[in-house]
C-alpha cells in the first residue's frame, strides 16, 4: 500500500495511451475507486480513441475528457504498481523509483483491428469486457503477478 492510506496508486501503461490503459483507467476509477488511485500513460501517446469513449459510454463509464500523457510525466511519482498492457509498453516502459511493482498483462489493440465498423466495434467491445475482468480482480491478483 502507498503512504497515502488505504488507497494503492496503479499507472496504467500501453503504447498510444489511446485505448486500453485509458479504459483500464475508466474501470478502476469506477468499480475500485475506494481502494485504487488510478492514472494511465503511454510510451508514444497519441490521443484518446473515439471508439474507447463510445464503448466505455456504452458501460456508462465517461473517458471523454481524459486526454493521451505520455509515461516520463510519471516517473517523479511513486507507483505500487505500474501494469503495463502491451508488449511495446512492457519493453519501453521506463523503471519507476520508490519500489513500484512492475506487472504485465497483455490485451489485443481494438486499434490495430481491420474491417467493417461492426468488427471494429466488437474489437472495442471484447478489449473493454476483458480489461473490466482484470480490473474487477484488483488489487488481490497483483501479488500474485510480481
Same mark, same amino acid.
Given at each position: 500500500m502507498s503512504?497515502?492510506? +488505504?488507497? @494503492?496508486k496503479v499507472l496504467f501503461v500501453c503504447t498510444g495511451n489511446a485505448c486500453r490503459s485509458q479504459m483500464a483507467e475508466g474501470w478502476a476509477r469506477r468499480l475500485k475507486s475506494e481502494? @485504487? !488511485? +488510478?492514472?494511465s500513460a503511454g510510451v508514444r501517446p497519441a490521443g484518446v480513441s473515439s471508439g474507447a469513449i463510445a464503448v466505455m459510454a456504452e458501460a456508462d463509464v465517461d473517458i471523454s475528457a481524459h486526454r493521451s500523457q505520455h509515461v516520463d510525466d510519471f516517473t517523479d511519482m511513486d507507483f505500487d504498481y505500474v501494469i503495463t498492457l502491451c508488449g511495446n509498453a512492457e519493453r519501453k516502459c521506463p523503471v519507476f523509483s520508490g519500489g513500484a511493482k512492475h506487472v504485465h498483462r497483455a490485451f489485443d489493440d481494438p486499434v490495430m483491428v481491420i474491417g467493417t465498423n #461492426?468488427? @471494429?466495434? +466488437? +474489437?472495442?467491445r471484447k478489449a473493454r #469486457? !476483458? @480489461?473490466r475482468e482484470f480490473v474487477e480482480t484488483l488489487p488481490e491478483s497483483l501479488e500474485a503477478d510480481v
Open positions: 503512504d497515502s492510506g +488505504a488507497k @494503492i481502494t @485504487i !488511485e +488510478a492514472y #461492426d468488427q @471494429i466495434m +466488437a +474489437a472495442f #469486457d !476483458e @480489461i
